[in-house]
T-cell receptor, first 115, second 113 residues
Framework: EAQVTQNPRYLITVTGKKLTVTCSQNMNHEYMSWYRQDPGLGLRQIYYSMNVEVTDKGDVPEGYKVSRKEKRNFPLILESPSPNQTSLYFCASSLFLGQGSYEQYFGPGTRLTVT | AQKVTQAQTEISVVEKEDVTLDCVYE???????LFWYKQPPSGELVFLIRRNSFDEQNEISGRYSWNFQKSTSSFNFTITASQVVDSAVYFCALTNYGQNFVFGPGTRLSVLP
């Protein structure tokens, strides 16, 4: 079954304590991305990756890091979390199939609370 | 820069009414993709439709239909004979070749019995 998995699904942490949210896909997609969802703002792209070792900033990258050492994994790292990073996070992977076709899958989301 | 506007923050209808959710987008790209997603109270994102910029055909899928008009940069979504299970937040989104994926702020639809 094609899927994107995220772990953990829920996390409560304290300011300044480094954390990593993992994301893995089993579809051999080249493109992966991270979003955060906040009320009234929709989903905003944090970082994306076009392929292994190729990453770029989205609209709200401050306070986040990513790495893409393997095609299937795209972890999101918060080196020093702050309360304004309390949010719902989604990982996604996608593939352009050519001739105008595009396939995207979202993970189930990770709800992060930073106190 | 790309932008998606969903002017309706919240809509409330009574079951069996028709409802249209508006989406207006901005992009300088000639090739782009438009999407609608549903987010039920459980929180996951459910894909509804994808449309590329070269295909202006409207689409109907059961009670759902989509009206894509490049002339007005709009991609509106209509639910016919709404049901309580349609209650959710609906997002319109836009991307070029995946380098910049932009979501609208979402419209919260409440369908009352």
């Amino acid at each position: 079954e094609a899927q994107v998995t995220q772990n953990p699904r829920y996390l409560i942490t304290v300011t300044g304590k480094k954390l990593t949210v993992t994301c893995s896909q089993n579809m051999n997609h080249e493109y992966m991305s991270w979003y955060r969802q906040d009320p009234g703002l929709g989903l905003r792209q944090i970082y994306y990756s076009m392929n292994v070792e190729v990453t770029d900033k989205g609209d709200v990258p401050e306070g986040y890091k990513v790495s893409r050492k393997e095609k299937r994994n795209f972890p999101l790292i918060l080196e020093s979390p702050s309360p304004n990073q309390t949010s719902l996070y989604f990982c996604a992977s996608s593939l352009f199939l050519g001739q105008g076709s595009y396939e995207q899958y979202f993970g189930p989301g990770t709800r992060l609370t930073v106190t | 820069a790309q932008k998606v506007t969903q002017a309706q923050t919240e809509i409330s209808v009574v079951e069996k009414e028709d409802v249209t959710l508006d989406c207006v987008y901005e992009t300088r790209d000639t090739t782009y993709y438009l999407f609608w997603y549903k987010q039920p109270p459980s929180g996951e994102l459910v894909f509804l439709i994808r449309r590329n910029s070269f295909d202006e055909q409207n689409e109907i899928s059961g009670r759902y239909s989509w009206n894509f008009q490049k002339s007005t940069s709009s991609f509106n979504f209509t639910i016919t004979a709404s049901q309580v299970v349609d209650s959710a937040v609906y997002f319109c989104a836009l991307t070029n070749y995946g380098q910049n994926f932009v979501f609208g702020p979402g419209t919260r639809l409440s369908v009352l019995p």
